[in-house]
């Protein structure tokens, strides 16, 4: 009987190089004709994993082997000797870019076990962790048993980070939450996104969504995943979040050309006066004279155009108080984060809830909480010093009622000037019905507001291309009320002149000299001005 060798291959096993060449030491296993020859090369690593991955051979490839390859059988023939190289039926695939598409299939299988399991809040993270992994442990087998790609650990583990991300944090834009360098992130479509770093300097991102599409579906699934679910569709086009780590989120979408989200981090949330003056955004004299006004109980507004710094102002300003005072805060989305300091001992916070679903019968929706209503809870807290976040329309009518309390209140407003933030609340106040006149917001913001603050900003372009943002105090000024045509006085107690960036002394109101007894540095405020008294 022939061999069943030669008859399959029409060859003399006798004329194989194998037997017409001295034996060399086995390098590995055989099995048919094809030799497994280990490697003395290091596991390869994520990157050349992928390089593979990427361009995979077809099965049954030829390669061309040189004769003087140590990993090739030795021949005859000087020529290079073609053999066929068997290639893994499955691919594995590495610790390259995530699959977002994937992810967000996935998102919503894990979401809609956790809402079938519905575990108790304080579990609920962990309760996803466990389903995550046995939703990726599926599709992992899945992948395989098609012969499709496979995975490796690390891959996966980075599969179940972005999928936690997508079900409890912001998905694609988490790391911009969790790199402490980054102050605010502005997108205006999934492509177009812009980092402002702490250090002011804007710089282009990568793309958060595969589509405009795909970023509205996500923003639609974050709000309505929130502890109190919020609406976000053609009927509710703007969003406003409290995130993790301090930040805020507004999103806009249907009325804009684009999908627009800015997300807002309050890095500063420790910072006092103190390390403002640091910064440069303010001179020691005039710290001296805002922390003695707050201690004092007087009631400031803070004013600038946007992205000025307001909110980190009022938080510096806040942290004057003592740590006795009983302080409130109330606020259309939390940024103050007067709690996690730690510097006062009694810390009521508020924040108001739009609802979500159709109006009922009572002209809401269900869930919705007002700053008015925020206010009225307040009154019954038994607080020393109240703050209401930032004034945009209706918030107005609080921040009067809280200034007429007599204990002192802080809050924000936007304008270019001084004075202008007091053309803006007069507006504010008068567009909230027919029973606020101008005569009488007039005369509440002469007899309640003692102080504004005004803050500047301006971009300085960077020898790389980049811009750098510098923001300060460029006016404080005192309101009383004043002749009967304007409605109020005001007298400017620091400004900076025309091309500075700095606000020094210039007239000091006589009713407020007793602010020396909480601190204020009268003889600095004199020298800076130019004379001593």
Known sequence: MSDPIETAAGLDPATLALFTQPAAEPRGRSRGRFRMIPTTEPEPEAESERE?????????ATVSVPASSPAAPTVPSASPVERRVPVARVQRAVSGEVDWDLVDRLRERVSAELSERDPDP????????????LVLEEESRTATSQGLVTWTLQHQARLARALFDAVFRLGRLQPYLDDESIENVIISGFDNVLVENSDGSLVPAEPVASSDQQLIEYLTFMAAHQPRPREFSEAASKL????????????????????????RRNRLVD???????????LSQVAASFLSAAVQARLSLVVSGDQGTGKTTMLRALAHELPAHVQIGTIETEYELYLKDT??????????????????GLNGRRAGEYTVREALEDSLRANLSYTIVGEVRGSEIVTMFKCMQSGSGSMSTTHARSAEGAIRKLVTCATQEGANITREYALNVIAEDIDLIVQLQVDSEPQPDGSWRKRRWVSEIIAVEPGEQAKGYAATT????????RRATAHLLPERLRYLTGFGFDLAGFNAEKGHIE
């Open 52 to 60: 593979d991955a990427s361009s995979p051979r077809p099965t049954g």
């Open 122 to 133: 304080t579990d609920r993270e962990d309760v996803g962790r466990e389903i995550i992994a």
């Open 240 to 263: 406003h979040l409290s995130l993790p780590n301090r930040a805020r989120l507004f999103a806009s979408a249907w009325v804009t050309s684009r999908p627009t989200v800015i997300i």
């Open 271 to 281: 910072a006092g006066l103190r390390e403002l003056v640091a910064l440069g955004s």
């Open 342 to 359: 730690g510097d006062h001992q009694v810390v009521h916070e508020w924040q108001a809830n739009p609802g979500s679903g159709e109006i």
């Open 493 to 500: 107690i620091f400004t900076a002149t025309p091309g500075t």
